[in-house]
């Protein structure tokens, strides 16, 4: 087998320069978890059904972030020629990743045995929703099932108690993370559970916290870690989870606002076992200015604080977010600006190499190359 041809711009620095992926998934967490490969410089190859292809085609801004790099192969795996031609293609590649139901592949005549009988080498990493076994493996489920399921609800996150399900997709993105992370390593079958990732977030919280009757005693919720309102209605951060930036707080702001002059609340162990007395306490202080004036004020005293962005456009005019290029259109075939890969290598790194692909539009490409390998190598031998 030779390696694949890297996109180009693919950084040569990269353990995955070089390598093969079939990407078989769909919509989030597995298009997601390929991305971060692609990105990385292996060689995605997103094999979709002919009829439509990727449902996620449908919201066309977050398809293209999510499988910029990648190319596209369309392939009916129901039919004889489709899953003749994929198994050629397995016999290029180094990885598969798929998520199907359990049982699925198997169905189709492509599960493990028969990939790694064509290619001996091959990696396959299943993402599921509960794993390939267990009484809850071939039940459906999305991202709220998995959070619901994984401890999420039982970590306190307000001073109230209430829990509330969080705008962006962790729990899918949770198990995409642990998917990428086995994009190394070879002949074997890897079994990815979003429900277990999540929890494998949550239970360093959760679990502590089991036979405690009130889990807002346990001070994971502390009155001054919020969110506060400023005066013209504007949202900011506070964090002085140290002792260190709430005596300075309340040293610089104790003229201005007389009620944070005390030593009371000196000691972490103090403002956690008041936290509501803190959080009224601070909620009546950021209340009295408009968000400029705390802006400067805070930024003047060190203290940990950040602004709240509730408009996403903001999120692309942010001066350190500007500083740092994290945003860019420079893929011109699309308009919707996307953020380049969140670690910055001194090595260099250039994410936006190649748009997402339209469907199929790689085919007669990889598919003459696959059947060269096949013609010339009848058989791999196992490493």
């Known amino acids: ?54 449902p996620l085609r449908l919201a066309p801004p977050l398809f293209d972030t999510l ?34 139901r359990p049982g699925v592949l198997d169905r189709l005549g492509l599960g493990f045995d028969a990939l790694h009988e064509a290619n001996p080498r091959l990696m ?14 071939s039940r459906p489920g999305h991202e709220l099932n998995f959070l619901g399921l994984s401890g999420f609800f039982a970590v306190p996150g307000r001073l109230d108690g209430t829990i509330t399900r969080p705008g962006g997709r962790i729990g899918d993105m949770a198990g995409a993370m642990h998917a990428a992370l086995t994009g190394e390593g070879e002949g074997q079958h890897i079994d ?10 949550c239970f360093l919280f959760a679990l502590p916290l089991a036979g405690t009757e009130d889990p807002l005693a346990a001070g994971l919720v502390q009155g001054d870690n919020d969110v506060f309102t400023t005066a013209d209605g504007r949202s900011l951060s506070l964090a002085t989870y140290e002792d260190k930036f709430w005596l300075r707080l309340r040293d610089e702001l104790g003229p201005e606002f007389p009620e944070l002059a005390t030593d009371a609340y000196d000691h972490r162990a103090d403002r956690t076992a008041a936290r509501d007395e803190v959080n009224a306490l601070l909620r009546q202080a950021f209340a009295a200015r408009p968000y400029d004036w705390w802006q400067k004020r805070l930024t003047d005293i060190d203290a940990p604080w950040a602004p709240v962005v509730t408009n996403p456009a903001d ?15 420079a893929l011109p075939e699309r308009s919707t600006p996307q953020a380049r890969f969140p670690v910055s290598f001194s090595a260099g790194l250039h994410t936006f190499r190649r748009p997402a692909p339209t469907l199929g539009e790689h085919a007669p490409d990889l598919l003459d190359t696959a059947d060269q390998v096949s013609s010339s190598s009848p058989a791999l031998p196992p490493q």
């Not at 990815?192 to 990732?197: A, F, K, T, Y």
């Open 192 to 201: 990815v559970s979003l429900s277990e990732s999540i929890t494998a977030w």
């Open 315 to 329: 999120l692309l005019t942010d001066p350190h977010a500007v500083a740092r290029d994290l945003f860019t259109e």
């Open 67 to 100: 499988n910029r790099n990648k190319r596209s192969v369309a392939l009916d795996l129901r039919a004889a020629d489709g899953r003749s031609a994929f198994l050629r293609l397995v016999r290029t590649a180094d990885a598969v990743v798929e998520s199907f």
């Open 1 to 54: 087998m030779t390696a694949a041809p890297p996109s180009p711009g693919a950084p040569r620095w990269s353990a995955l320069h070089g390598r093969r992926i079939l990407d078989l998934s769909r919509l989030l967490p597995g298009p997601y978890a390929t991305s971060l490969l692609a990105d990385l410089g292996a060689d995605v190859i997103k094999v979709e059904d002919p009829r439509g292809g990727d």
């Open 124 to 137: 396959l990493c299943s993402l599921t929703g509960y794993g390939q076994t267990g009484p809850y493996a």
